[in-house]
Every structure is written in structure tokens, then in C-alpha cells.
């Protein structure tokens, strides 16, 4: 049997702080999770796969999802570090696995701030339609920067405020949708389950329309995995990663297919303004649509405002979840020792650094260089986050059958996911299925459309030449069950 590490989780002087508290955690979870896909994409769910198809996508994602969330939170809560996933596939699975996953993870992170960059310059369109672009955009990443730049509880305190504005707008609406559709406040007239009825509805587009569905609504839950990195910074991450994953999961589950309903029992799914899902037009929001039947005419405002904080909230996390990675390999022998310097306050600022600079050249690259290039780097990133599930759901794999060879105590563990082996397997199979099928289309066609496929599976070629390069040039090994090793547990 392997013996245990001696490494304590307890930080170091000098190191990563623990200042994220149950409060920031729950928040963090939540605003990884409820954004610009849920306050203007699931217009787009429900016109191409109908009510019932959008709901059940919505479900059956939403059940993949919490699974990955036990997995995470059974790993994070008893080895809660920055690295997260990154860690948990080297030390469980294979080491140039964590590597590739660290580096595929920290470029999506990078990446997506230029994109939100981007989508805020759109939103602030809204008010400024004069005003140049770049200037917001720099303004957001000054702020983004400096809420990191400070301390880990700046970041964390700002995204519970992002957040919080987002969860209040998913409950006033599902307020105002249940208060129109059941006649008590005018706008309903044309509700209720006959939307259902509608067309082909509630099933509409075939299977084809269920699977384009489900990729749109697993970019919208990408993000719950970043209470994984948290975790590194999080005061009692024994007590307070269970708590968080417990509670807070279902709240955006239930945020999520409440939101869902309400949206298809107000607003027909052949409507097209559903389909007119860009974040540069908020007025055909489906919250907007609801809001403005309601009579609410300053809605569109209101949800211009709304988005604006969830481009932030977005910006914020990629720009911590990146920082926490980039500082992870560096301090594991995976990146240059330089960017695993910490300031004063156990910020990673070399890292804030480097990732700031990557964010502002993609950023330029889209404003004043190749829109072509600008493209590809996005969607190299854009598999990116299922990659990182697919690591969870074989870390955690083989953490629980490596933990329990060696002959140890479930119960010692702080969180025990309580579905276990089914959670992760069908996790995996699902998550698989959705990243090979993002683009099944371009097959099918008579002449296959191969400039497609490359726009589109790009990430997981990259992400192999990584793991495989790192594997040959280290000449590394799968873990064994029986070389694993487990740090002693010090949180109490």
C-alpha cells in the first residue's frame, strides 16, 4: 500500500489565503452557472426543440451536471486546492492528463475575458451608440484586474454582488410569468399549456434539434466548475464545499427549468423573436419579451443592465479561475516558476499579469486584426469546458476506486457523492456524446464540410498533442490504484 503524503491543506505562510467564505462559495456556483445563456439563449432552446424538448434538455443537462458536482465536491472537499481538476488528473489519472488539462483550462479562461470584453461593448452600445467600443472594453478589464489585483476576497465579494443581481432577476421573473399565466397581472392572455400544442410542439425538430439543444445548454451550465478552483481559497473547505454544492445546485436547477416553463407557457416556440438571440440585441430577450407583456416597458433597460453584470460576473471569474490555474501548474513544476510568485496579500499577480496581457491581444485581434484568427482561438477554447468535465468524471472515477483498493475508510471522507460509480459514468457518456456531437451535421452533408469540423472539434486535437507531447517528452505512466497517494485531512 502506498503510504500516505504528509502534506498538510493548510496554507503556508506566504501562500494562497483562505479568505472565500460559505456565502462567497454558494454565489460563485451559482454565478458560474446563470448568465447570458440563460437571459438570452434559451429563447433559441425553445424555438428549435419546442417546450418540451428544451425542458427536458434543460433536465437531462442539469442531472449531468449535478453529478459532475458530487464528483467535483467529494475531490475538492478532501484535497481543496487552486489547481482543482488540473491536480486531481495528474495525481489520479495520469500526469500529462493534469497538464493538458491545466493548460486547455487557463486558455478557455483567457480566451472567454476577450469574448466578454466583447459582449460588454454590445450591452453599453445599448446606452452610448456613439461612444467607441474599446473604450469599455478597456474600462471592464481595468475593473476586472483590479478586483483580482487587490485580494481573493475583492474577487469574491464582487461575484456575490454579480450574482446576487442575477438570482433576484430569475425570481422577480419567475414572479411575474406565474402571476401572468395564472391572469392575476395582465400580459397572459395567449398562456398556458396550449403552447404546448402549438405546431409540432411540445417535441419539435426531431432528435437532430434535441442535440443542438443540449449544446447550447451545456455552454450555459459551463462555470459550476469553477467552486473546484475556489476551493484552494475557501475558509473551511471540509464544512463549506459540501454545504455549497448541496445547496446550491438545485436552486439553479430549479432556477433554470422554472425560468424554462415560464418562458414557453407565456411565449409560443414558433415566435421568431426567439430566435434573434444575440447578446447585442437585449430587446428580444425572452425575459424581455415576458417583462414587456407584463407592461414593464422600461424592461429592455433593465435587462441591459442585468446582462451587463453577467458579461462582468463572467469576465471576473475567468479572469480569477485562469490567475488560480496558471499559478497551479507554475507551482507544480508545469509552467515558469515566475508566475507562482505571490504578493503580500497570496495574490498570484505574474499570473494576473500574463493572463490580463493574453485577454487584451485576443481582444485585439478581434477589434483591429484577423476576424479569422479571432474565431479559431475561440473555438480551440469553446470545448475547452467539456474537456474539463470529462477530467472530473474520470478523476473522480479513479479516485474512489483507488481510495477504496488501498482498503480506506469512506467514511473519513469529508463529502461522499452518493452515486457513485453510476454519477460519473453517465456523466462521462453524456458529456461525451454532446462533445462529439456539436457538429455532427457537417457528416452528413454530401460533400463533408471539413472547414467545420476543423472550426469546431479543433480543441480536442490540441488537447491530445498536449497530454500526449508532455507524456512522451516525461515518459509518465497511468497512476495505479495502488501508488495513489492521499493526503492526511487537517480541516476539521
Known sequence: MAQSSTKTLQPTPGGLRRELKARHLTMIAIGGS???????????????????????????????????????????????????????????????????????????????????????????????????????????????????????????????????????????????????????M?????????????????????????????????????????????????????????????????????????????ISLIIPYTDPNLLRNEVGDISVSPFTLVFRNAGLLSAAAVMNAVILTAVLSAGNSGMYASTRMLYTLASEGKAPRIFAKLSKGGVPRNALYATTVVAALCFLSSMFGNQTVYLWLLNTSGMTGFIAWLGIAISHYRFRRGYVSQGRDLKALPYLSGFFPFGPIFAFVLCLTITLGQNYQAFLKDTIDWYGVAATYIGLPLFIIIWFGYKLTRKTKVVKYSEMEFPIHMDK
Open 34 to 184: 446563470i448568465g447570458t445563456g440563460l437571459f438570452v439563449a434559451s429563447g433559441a432552446t425553445v424555438s428549435q426543440a419546442g417546450p418540451g424538448g428544451a425542458l427536458l434538455s434543460y433536465t437531462l443537462i442539469g442531472i449531468m451536471v449535478y453529478f459532475l458536482m458530487t464528483s467535483l465536491g467529494e475531490l475538492a472537499a478532501f484535497m481543496p486546492v487552486s489547481g482543482s481538476f488540473s491536480t486531481y488528473g495528474s495525481k489520479y489519472v495520469e500526469e500529462g492528463f493534469g497538464f493538458a488539462l491545466g493548460w486547455n483550462y487557463w486558455y478557455n479562461w483567457a480566451v472567454t475575458i476577450a469574448v466578454d470584453l466583447v459582449a460588454a461593448q454590445l450591452v453599453m452600445n445599448y446606452w452610448f451608440p456613439d461612444t467607441p467600443g474599446w473604450i469599455w472594453s478597456a474600462l471592464f478589464m481595468s475593473l476586472i484586474f483590479l478586483l483580482n489585483y487587490i485580494s481573493v476576497r475583492g474577487f469574491g465579494e464582487a461575484e456575490y454582488w454579480f450574482s446576487m443581481i442575477k438570482v433576484i432577476t430569475v425570481i422577480i421573473f419567475i414572479a411575474v410569468g406565474v402571476l401572468m399565466i395564472t391572469g392575476i
Open 186 to 262: 395582465r400580459g397572459g392572455e395567449a398562456a398556458g399549456w396550449h403552447n404546448w400544442t402549438i405546431g409540432d410542439a411540445p417535441f419539435a425538430g426531431g432528435f437532430a434539434s434535441m442535440i443542438g439543444v443540449a449544446m447550447i445548454v451545456g455552454f450555459s451550465f459551463q462555470g459550476t466548475e469553477l467552486i473546484g478552483v475556489a476551493a484552494g481559497e475557501s475558509e473551511n473547505p471540509a464544512k463549506n464545499i459540501p454545504r455549497a454544492i448541496r445547496q446550491v445546485f438545485w436552486r439553479i436547477l430549479l432556477f433554470y427549468i422554472l425560468a424554462i416553463l415560464v
